[in-house]
């Protein structure tokens, strides 16, 4: 229910709090309740007739806009349609569907919710609580709500996105490569592999051992090597030497990542994939059946095993620096690069980021240009500080 109340202005001649006095040019303010959402807002006139008639079309209109109230089930589903109709990857429909159906609907049902306008900021912020998502899963899962109710407000299902004033709070690590020593003892470890029962095959430790040297020379995600395509692989542009062919969903255009073929002291990673199996006539590493995530799934295992091999049999037998994980292969890829002084936007086109603020965000320390230009810059200013000896006669003095 909502009523028209004088707001008398500062420079007003009445009391700013003195509802009874409306005999002023100050406007009336609707304030109560409509729609079960506190609201007060100036209805910009100072006539009490013609602010009466505003409430009044503001509640029919709300009347109306209640018996087509979309329901929460209604809503997620249409937004689960939406992103299936936009060729989504089926990893993040997949995502969306664990916490919007499984989760955010069960939360609803469970807690009497029905429509979407009921789930206002309170109710949201107590939907998160129950989540036991890591830091980083947490806000991941924050930004997935967040898509949620911007596709209602483009429909006005809702009024507002109470997921935007949700936070969360993320340590954010240091990206640490791989040392050529941690290198060395994992692509030893690749050749002491046994699988699940303890069995050792020569067969699986060379298409390990070709999985780990692609991860490590192309930065590419452990995914996109899981499906890497024959077809994929490539002369190279100055015809010398192979490239792998990497069409970059995030930034949509093709980049061609040169790979090491034995010369100048680096391993042979050409020779690696060509001399791997056939297990299939289109790709690497994938025999093409079943669902690729379970494929990459598959691989992520033997990684694991792999690394826990390499800090308890190989080498020095100690733990790596950080914890080893696929990703680090990528972290490797790209501090190798701009230590040797690659300009980062070629790095950042070949780790496929969308943006080359991306790469910095990351990398920015292992930018050995930009560490360049900032040490001269603070010699420079050294420099330009430095007192001057000025010579006079009789003498000499220093100068600032």
């Given at each position: 229910?909502?009523?028209?109340?004088?707001?008398?202005?500062?420079?007003?001649?009445?009391?700013?709090?003195?509802?009874?006095?409306?005999?002023?040019?100050?406007?009336?303010?609707?304030?109560?309740?409509?729609?079960?959402?506190?609201?007060?807002?100036?209805?910009?006139?100072?006539?009490?007739?013609?602010?009466?008639?505003?409430?009044?079309?503001?509640?029919?209109?709300?009347?109306?806009?209640?018996?087509?109230?979309?329901?929460?089930?209604?809503?997620?589903?249409?937004?689960?349609?939406?992103?299936?109709?936009?060729?989504?990857?089926?990893?993040?429909k997949r995502k969306f569907r664990t916490l919007l159906q499984d989760r955010l609907v069960e939360y609803c049902r469970q807690h009497g919710y029905r429509l979407l306008r009921e789930l206002d900021l309170n109710a949201v912020t107590e939907f998160r609580a129950t989540w036991r998502d890591a830091p980083?899963?947490?806000?991941?899962?924050?930004?997935?709500?967040?898509?949620?109710?911007?596709?209602?407000?483009?429909?006005?299902?809702?009024?507002?996105?109470?997921?935007?004033?949700?936070?969360?709070?993320?340590?954010?690590?240091?990206?640490?490569?791989?040392?050529?020593?941690?290198?060395?003892?994992?692509?030893?470890?690749?050749?002491?592999?046994?699988?699940?029962?303890?069995?050792?095959?020569?067969?699986?430790?060379?298409?390990?051992?070709?999985?780990?040297?692609?991860?490590?020379?192309?930065?590419?995600?452990?995914?996109?090597?899981?499906?890497?395509?024959?077809?994929?692989?490539?002369?190279?542009?100055?015809?010398?030497?192979?490239?792998?062919?990497?069409?970059?969903?995030?930034?949509?255009?093709?980049?061609?990542?040169?790979?090491?073929?034995?010369?100048?002291?680096?391993?042979?990673?050409?020779?690696?994939?060509?001399a791997l199996p056939l297990h299939d006539e289109k790709y690497f590493f994938w025999n093409g059946t079943g669902e690729i995530e379970r494929a990459v799934n598959n691989w992520r295992s033997r990684l694991t095993r792999v690394f826990r091999v390499a800090e308890t049999e190989t080498g020095s037998r100690?733990?790596?620096?950080?914890?080893?994980?696929?990703?680090?292969?990528?972290?490797?890829?790209?501090?190798?690069?701009?230590?040797?002084?690659?300009?980062?936007?070629?790095?950042?086109?070949?780790?496929?980021?969308?943006?080359?603020?991306?790469?910095?965000?990351?990398?920015?320390?292992?930018?050995?240009?930009?560490?360049?230009?900032?040490?001269?810059?603070?010699?420079?200013?050294?420099?330009?500080?430095?007192?001057?000896?000025?010579?006079?006669?009789?003498?000499?003095?220093?100068?600032?």
């Amino acid at each position: 229910m909502l009523k028209a109340e004088k707001r008398h202005r500062q420079s007003c001649r009445f009391d700013q709090y003195d509802r009874a006095r409306t005999k002023c040019t100050c406007s009336y303010h609707a304030i109560g309740v409509l729609n079960g959402t506190f609201l007060r807002r100036s209805l910009k006139t100072a006539n009490y007739e013609t602010a009466i008639r505003t409430i009044r079309k503001w509640e029919s209109l709300g009347a109306a806009r209640e018996s087509q109230s979309i329901t929460i089930e209604g809503g997620v589903g249409a937004f689960m349609r939406d992103i299936g109709a936009r060729n989504w990857q089926e990893s993040t429909k997949r995502k969306f569907r664990t916490l919007l159906q499984d989760r955010l609907v069960e939360y609803c049902r469970q807690h009497g919710y029905r429509l979407l306008r009921e789930l206002d900021l309170n109710a949201v912020t107590e939907f998160r609580a129950t989540w036991r998502d890591a830091p980083l899963t947490a806000l991941k899962n924050i930004e997935r709500l967040r898509a949620f109710y911007r596709f209602c407000l483009d429909r006005e299902w809702v009024t507002g996105n109470p997921a935007a004033k949700l936070k969360v709070k993320v340590a954010v690590e240091e990206k640490e490569p791989f040392t050529p020593e941690e290198f060395e003892r994992i692509m030893a470890a690749t050749e002491q592999y046994r699988d699940g029962r303890g069995s050792q095959d020569p067969r699986r430790a060379a298409e390990l051992r070709a999985f780990v040297l692609v991860l490590r020379h192309s930065g590419l995600r452990i995914s996109d090597t899981a499906k890497l395509e024959r077809t994929q692989l490539v002369p190279g542009t100055d015809s010398e030497g192979y490239a792998l062919m990497v069409r970059q969903q995030k930034v949509r255009r093709t980049v061609y990542i040169p790979l090491p073929d034995g010369r100048d002291g680096l391993p042979d990673v050409v020779g690696a994939l060509q001399a791997l199996p056939l297990h299939d006539e289109k790709y690497f590493f994938w025999n093409g059946t079943g669902e690729i995530e379970r494929a990459v799934n598959n691989w992520r295992s033997r990684l694991t095993r792999v690394f826990r091999v390499a800090e308890t049999e190989t080498g020095s037998r100690k733990p790596f620096s950080c914890k080893p994980h696929p990703h680090r292969f990528r972290h490797t890829f790209a501090a190798e690069y701009l230590n040797a002084g690659v300009p980062i936007e070629t790095v950042s086109l070949l780790l496929g980021h969308a943006s080359v603020k991306v790469t910095e965000k990351h990398y920015a320390k292992f930018n050995r240009a930009r560490q360049a230009r900032m040490e001269e810059a603070v010699r420079g200013a050294w420099q330009s500080q430095r007192p001057k000896l000025q010579v006079i006669a009789g003498g000499s003095q220093n100068v600032a």
